[in-house]
C-alpha cells in the first residue's frame, strides 16, 4: 500500500472482481421483477433504469464484505439485488424531485413516459427491493433476520430524512448550511444505503453474527461521503460543472462557496443559486464558477476528497487487516482508490493546490 | 334486512363503532410516526393527511373483521394502521399524479410544501406502513406471518398495477376502455387495498388459522367496486360533476359515455377528454355533462352501484350469516348500506331511473 503503488490505481483482478458482482447482483434484481402485464405502462419501465450502465458499488460492498467475512457471495447476492432495486428506486423519484432531463445518459423515466407513471414505476421498485429483501432475509435465524430488517428500515429512513434536508435546503435556498452541517446530512441521503448498511448487511450475513453489525460503520461513513463529495466534484474544471449549478443542487462546493464569501459577492450568489431551475443562463452559471475559484471551492472539496479518502482507507484496514487474505479483502481495502479512479480524482490524492482533477 | 328497515341507513351502534374503530387507528397509525428532526421538511408533513378527515373504510373493515372470527379489536389495531399509512401514502402520491389541488378541504400536501418534498413524505408513509406491518406481524407464528406478508405484497403490488392502468389509460386517453376493463382496474387500484386485503387480514389474524384468508375475496370485491362507482358518482346531479371532468379522471361514467356514444358525438368527447389538464373550460365541462345524460352513464352507473351493493351484502351474508351474532358482524353486514348512506345513494338502491341522488 504504498503511494507509487496505489497511484496507478486499483488492480485488474480487483476492477474484474468490481465487474462480475454488479452482474450477478444486477441479474438477480432483473430476474425477480416481474415480466407481466400492464407491461407498457407499468413493467416495461421498471428494468430501465436498472439496465442503463451504474456503478454498482452498493451491491459489489455488500457481496465482498459478506465473502469477506466468512460467507459466499451467493450468500449475499439477494440482498444486493435488493440494495440495487432500492437504489433505481430512489433514482426515479429524484430525477422528478430535482427536474433532471437525463439519467445516465438516456432521458430521465418521467420525461420518457411522463411524470405519473415514473414515479408509480418509482414505487414500484421500492416495493419490489422490499420484497426481494424480505425473502433473502426469511431463511435466516431469526435474530438475525430481526437486525437485517431492523437495519433496512432504519437505513429507509436515514435516506428519505437526508434527502428531506436536500431538498429542503434547496427549495428554501438556504445560505445558512456548514460544510458539517452538508457532510452529516450527505451521511444520511447518500452513505447509508450505499456504504454504511451495504457493508453491515455483508457483515452478518458473512458472518451470520449480529454483534459484528456496526464494526464497518466508520469505514461505510467516511466511504460513502468519499463518494459524494466526489459526484460534487463531476465535471469540475476546465469544461465541466455546469449542469450542478444550473440544476442548483447544493453540494460541497456551493456550500463551501456561501460560507466563504462576503457581501455583495455573496448576495449575488445566494441570488443566483436561488432561481428557479430553467432561470439560470449561463452568464449566471460562468459566475458561479468564477466565484467559486476565487473562494478556493474546488480545492476546498479536492482537499476534503484527500481527507476523507485517507480516513476510508484507514478504516478499512483497521476492520480488514486482520482477515485472512482473499480477493474480497483486496477489493474492499481499495475500493476508495476505486471510487477516485472512477471519478478521475486519483491525482488529488497527493495534494497539488491548484491542480483541478481532469 | 327487509328494504325497509334498511332504508334510513345503518345503525346508530355501527356508525358508532365506525367511527370508533377508525379512531383508534388513526391513533395507533400517529403514534407510529416519528416526531424528530428533520420536522419541517419531513415530519410535520407525515401527519397532515391522516388527521384530516377520512372514512377510514380500511381499519375499520380490518379490525371488525378481526374481532367477527374471534380476535379482538386489538389483535388488528396494528395492522389497520399499517393500512391507513399506506393509504396516506398513496393520496399523497395520487395528488401528485393527477396534479390535484385539493385533498379532503385543504391544499393538496405538494401545493403546500412543494412537489419533492411532498413526493418524499409520500416515501416516508409508504415505508413506515410497511415497518408497522412487519412490527405487527413478527409475534405471530411464522405461517401465519408468513401468509399476511405475501398477502400485504400482493396488495400492494395490485394497487400500483391498477394505478398504472388508470395513470395510462388517461395519459394516453384510450377510448376503448370497456366497463370490465374498467371494473377490474377498480378491482387493483381500489378494492384490493380498501377492502379485499383489510378482510382478509382481519380474517386471518381474528382465526389464527390462514386457511380462512380467501373466504372474504368475494364480499371485498364487490365492496371495493362499490365504493369506487360510488366515489365515481360524487356530486354528479344537478349541481355536482364538474370536478371530475375537470381533471380528466376515468370514470365509470365516462367509461360508459365513449362505449355508448358514436359518430360526432363520440369524436367530440373523446376529444374533451383528451385535452390537457386545466385546458377543459365551463362549457366543455358542461358539454360532457349533457353528452352524459344523453347517454343514460349516470343512469348506468346507479344501476351498476344497485348490483354491487347487492352483490356485496349477499357475500356478508354468505361468509358471516354462521357467525355468532355480534356488532362487529352486525358492522359487516351493514357496511355496504354505510358506503351508499355515505354517498347519498340509499335511494340508488330502489331503482328509481332519472332520479338522480343528491
Known amino acids: 500500500m504504498t503511494p507509487a503503488a496505489r497511484r496507478p490505481g486499483v488492480s485488474y483482478g480487483t476492477r474484474r472482481l468490481v465487474g462480475e458482482l454488479h452482474e450477478r447482483a ?24 436498472p439496465t442503463r450502465a451504474g456503478k454498482g458499488l452498493r451491491p459489489v460492498l455488500c457481496m465482498a464484505t459478506c465473502a469477506a467475512y466468512g460467507g459466499s457471495y451467493s450468500d449475499a447476492v439477494q440482498f444486493a439485488a ?24 438516456s ?90 448498511q451495504p457493508l453491515a448487511i455483508g457483515a452478518v450475513v458473512g458472518s451470520g453474527d449480529v454483534g459484528r453489525e456496526a464494526e464497518t460503520f466508520r469505514f461505510g461513513w467516511y466511504l460513502g461521503l468519499l463518494f459524494q463529495v466526489a459526484n460534487d466534484l463531476d465535471g469540475i474544471g476546465a469544461a465541466g460543472g455546469k449542469d450542478e449549478i444550473e440544476e442548483g443542487k447544493r453540494t460541497l462546493l456551493v456550500v463551501h462557496l456561501l460560507a466563504t464569501l462576503t457581501g455583495d459577492d455573496r448576495d449575488e450568489a445566494v441570488r443566483i443559486l436561488g432561481l428557479e431551475r430553467g432561470a439560470r443562463g449561463p452568464g449566471e452559471v460562468a459566475r458561479v ?32 487487516r486482520a482477515f485472512p487474505p482473499s480477493e474480497a479483502r483486496e477489493l474492499l481495502l481499495s ?23 481532469s
Chains 1, 2 share one sequence.
Not at 435488493?82 to 424531485?97: K, S
Open 107 to 196: 432521458a430521465a423515466l418521467h420525461v420518457k413516459h411522463g411524470l405519473p407513471l415514473a414515479l408509480n414505476a418509482g414505487d414500484a421498485l421500492a416495493a419490489q427491493a422490499t420484497a426481494v429483501f424480505l425473502r433473502a432475509v426469511r431463511p435466516l435465524r431469526s435474530n438475525v433476520a430481526n437486525a437485517l430488517l431492523e437495519g433496512w428500515e432504519r437505513m429507509v429512513a436515514q435516506t428519505i430524512e437526508g434527502q428531506a434536508l436536500d431538498l429542503g435546503w434547496q427549495r428554501d435556498n438556504r445560505a445558512d448550511v456548514s460544510t458539517s452541517d452538508y457532510l452529516a446530512m450527505c451521511a444520511r441521503k447518500t452513505a447509508w444505503y450505499t456504504t454504511i
Open 26 to 49: 444486477l441479474r438477480a434484481a432483473l430476474t425477480s421483477l416481474p415480466s407481466q402485464e400492464p407491461r407498457k405502462y407499468l413493467y416495461d419501465l421498471l428494468p430501465e433504469y
Open 335 to 357: 475500493i476508495s482508490t476505486y471510487v477516485l479512479e472512477r471519478h478521475g480524482l486519483l491525482d488529488v490524492e497527493t495534494p497539488e493546490p491548484r491542480q483541478a482533477a
Open 82 to 105: 435488493a440494495l440495487e432495486l432500492l437504489h433505481n428506486a430512489f433514482l426515479v423519484h429524484d430525477d422528478i424531485q430535482d427536474g433532471s432531463s437525463v439519467r445516465r445518459g
Open 289 to 320: 464558477l468564477e466565484l467559486m475559484e476565487q473562494a478556493g471551492s474546488v480545492r476546498h472539496a479536492q482537499a476534503a476528497v484527500r481527507e476523507l479518502a485517507a480516513a476510508a482507507r484507514a478504516e478499512a484496514d483497521q476492520v480488514f
